[in-house]
């Protein structure tokens, strides 16, 4: 068994009769197949994921799939951007300038603690792209130009928030991302080794509303900037002595 395969060892769970083949819709025809090797990558990794059947489940032919997209390796990557621009689309419409600092930073971060938990495929897609070093992603242009966008959004909230005097100045936006996406990101991809070890259900409402709350506050917490009458100081609060 293969290394991917065996770190995700489950069959694709898409229960639902496959989609008749839309010849006169090839754009429908390549969403279909995409979203049909999605849950076979996710499920079996790139070495375990098989072409012919994706294209069963799809009612389409090997030759099709590869007419659309070039070859197995072309249709993993092309899964690959597909699920980094879902994600950085929805964000880009969260309208985050419209909202104060905080509350953007907020948004965003139980967005993407939402987006996370309900799309496990992408957790398991990048932890098996990890397992690989990247090896598939380095050939693409498109996901690192996607994932700009992210670090200019967190960029753009940090630039307002400091002008506004709320937030710290010496957090980067990648560091910021890295904390967000850590949290969010190790929910979702360790929740069955966590569970098994601490006999604690990630999946359970009353500990997600906890750990939502949580990692907002820590990251609003992070970035508060400190009072400015304290701002500086090495003694402690004015009028006083360190403890």
């Not at 010849?23 to 790139?46: C, H, M, W, Y």
């Not at 690959?80 to 104060?100: F, H, P, S, T, W």
């Not at 693409?140 to 940090?158: P, W």
Request: net charge neutral; with cysteine.
């Amino acid at each position: 068994m293969t290394a991917d395969a065996t770190e995700t060892g489950r069959k694709p769970t898409r229960t639902s009769g496959p989609k008749p083949s839309r010849k006169n819709d090839p754009e429908g025809t390549r969403q279909d197949i995409l979203e049909v090797a999605t849950e076979e990558f996710a499920s079996l990794g790139f070495s375990g994921g098989r072409v012919d059947a994706i294209a069963a489940r799809t009612r389409t032919t090997k030759r099709m799939i590869y007419y659309y997209f070039g070859g197995k390796e072309e249709l993993y990557l092309a899964v690959l951007e597909k699920v980094y621009g879902d994600i950085r689309a929805i964000e880009n419409k969260l309208n985050l300038q419209d909202l104060d600092p905080e509350a953007a930073i907020r948004a965003l971060t139980d967005f993407t603690f939402d987006y996370q938990e309900q799309h496990e495929d992408f957790i398991r897609l990048v932890s098996i792209e990890n397992i690989h070093r990247a090896e598939h992603m380095k050939q693409s242009k498109a996901i690192r130009n996607l994932n700009v966008t992210v670090i200019d959004t967190i960029a753009r909230i940090l630039e307002r928030g400091r002008a506004d005097g709320v937030f710290k100045a010496d957090v980067q936006p990648i560091d910021l991302h890295l904390m967000i996406s850590a949290f969010c990101f190790f929910r979702v991809s360790n929740r069955h080794t966590f569970n098994l070890i601490f006999h604690q259900d990630l999946t359970a409402d009353d500990t997600r509303a906890r750990h939502k709350r949580m990692i907002a506050d820590a990251i609003v917490s992070l970035l508060k900037a400190e009072p400015a009458s304290w701002s500086g100081t090495m003694n402690g609060p004015p009028g006083g002595s360190a403890a």
